[in-house]
């Protein structure tokens, strides 16, 4: 059984660093294109970032570039996102999901919120 | 970058009605990446659709999707009670992915 399990989020002030990881399970990891995508209370889905099962190709929307950076380490199955700079408009759930057949992302984990505030 | 726009922002209905959602994209795109996912309240989303008609892993076949070029539908044949949720569509292109707004299916 696929399984994504996030964690690393938590309440952080304006202008503070996280690290969000996500545990993969149950599939072959690295082979896998995988995606960061974030949801803002009430609002809908964004797409975040995505990094390519080799570790090394990846990219961003525009509205994190340069403040987040994804990886990946496919022996230990797990995904991360670095997250800095952080500003209010960060604050949401942010979810991984694995990439499948036409690059859809076909699992989700249960995702993990951050809140930024001061 | 593509846009996608969903109609309606909501659509009210009751169990055993047809459902039917639109996603329009900005351009035209390769139907091999258009896909649907279902969010219901405080849960991840759930992959439905990809390829603009395949239905993923243990989805059930009242779910269909259709459509090419630059409008897509997700229809719901029968609605059951536990198909109200909001629906997203998605796309791929360019390593950028993208998402509709949603459209809520209420009661």
């Known amino acids: 059984e696929v399984q994504l399990v996030e964690s690393g989020g938590g309440f952080v002030h304006p202008g503070g660093s996280l690290t969000l990881s996500c545990a993969a399970s149950g599939f072959n990891f690295g082979i896998y294109w995988m995606q960061w995508v974030r949801q803002r209370p009430g609002k809908g889905l964004e797409w975040v970032s995505h990094i390519k099962g080799d570790a090394i190709s990846t990219s961003y929307a525009d509205s994190v570039k340069g403040r987040f950076t994804i990886s990946r380490d496919n022996a230990k199955n797990t995904l991360f996102l670095q997250i800095s700079s952080l500003r209010a408009e960060d604050t949401a759930v942010y979810y991984c999901?694995?990439?499948?057949?036409?690059?859809?992302?076909?699992?989700w984990g249960q995702g993990t919120l951050v809140t930024v505030s001061s | 970058e593509i846009v996608l726009t969903q109609s309606p922002g909501t659509l009210s209905l009751s169990p055993g009605e047809r459902a039917t959602l639109s996603c329009r994209a900005s351009?035209?795109?390769?139907?091999?990446?258009l896909a649907w996912h279902q969010q219901k309240p405080g849960q991840a989303p759930r992959l439905l659709i990809y390829?603009?008609?395949s239905r993923a892993t243990g989805i059930p076949d009242r779910f269909s999707g259709s459509g090419s070029g630059t409008d897509f539908t997700l229809t719901i044949s029968r609605l059951e009670p536990e198909d109200f949720a909001v629906y997203y569509c998605q796309h791929y292109g360019g390593s950028l992915w993208t998402f509709g707004q949603g459209t809520k299916v209420e009661i």
């Open positions: 999901a694995r990439g499948g057949t036409w690059a859809t992302l076909d699992y």
């Open positions: 351009q035209s795109v390769s139907s091999n990446y």
């Open positions: 390829g603009a008609s």
